[in-house]
Structures are given as C-alpha cells and as structure tokens.
C-alpha cells in the first residue's frame, strides 16, 4: 500500500475519494484498467494520495455494486470477474481492486475508455484510437496470434 500511494496516480494506479458510494466514474477507470495494461484502484483515498476512508457501514453496499455491475452488460460489457478487498490502513478503511489487462475489448455504458497517463479517455468515436486498441489486444494474447511454422505432429502407433 505504502508503495502505491508514494507512486501515486500514473497509467496503472488510480485513486478515487468514494467516501459513501462509487464515484460515477468509477466503471470508467475500470473498463480503461482492462483495455490498456491493467492497474489497481484504490477507493477510499483522494487524488493527492490522502487516504481519507470509506464509511464502514457503506462499504457492504459498495462491494455489492461492484461486484453486481461487473457482471452487468449495461455496465460493463463483456463483463469481467474481479474481487474486491477491504483494507485498513491507518485505522482507515479503503478498497482496493486489481483489475488485470483483459484480452478482450471492454466498454462501459457503451463507450470505450482506454487509458493515458493518470486519466481514462473516452475513444468511442475515435476510430484510429479504437482501431489501435484492437490491434494491442491481438498482438498481446497468443490465442489471437497466427504461428506460421507450428504444426501439428501426427502420432504412429
């Protein structure tokens, strides 16, 4: 944590204030998380890196909302399993998600939000930017790749 929050916000931490609720933009982040390297957020703590806490009766609520929204395609799409944890530091409460880079393309409320630097930006309707994304996500993942020289060996008995 200590880490984290000296590193402070860059392309793959984000910190949210998220006192009693989710902010609103806290899909984006999310959705921008998946789409470019991955990253933690951390709920809880202000854009400086102040930790300011959740309100410890909010946080069932919270949880619940993302874990519900995850897994909702209106929300995000496709969807995408991650699991919350609750911290205390420094007799604070605050939550932190790791969201891993996803092979796929994600979006949130129909947009699609990748990230750059400590920001989540909307590349919906920027077809090069959108046309990029799809690019980087087929070069990452292997099942996405063509091996020219791979064959299948047949066996003799």
Known sequence: MEKLLKQGEGLEVEFKTASFDLNKD?????????????????LGINNNGKVEGIVESCIPDMLNN?????????KLNPPFYFSPEVLDYEGKKIIHLYIPESSQVH???????????DGDLDITRQS??????????????????VFPYFELATRTA
């Open 26 to 42: 806290t899909f984006e982040t999310i959705c921008a998380f998946l789409n470019r390297n991955g990253g933690d957020l951390l």
């Open 107 to 117: 979006s949130t409320c129909g947009k699609i939000i990748d990230r750059n630097g």
């Open 66 to 74: 993302l874990i519900t929204s995850a897994n909702n395609p209106a």
């Open 128 to 145: 090069a930017l959108v046309t990029n994304l799809y690019l980087r996500k087929q070069s990452t993942y292997s099942e996405n790749q």
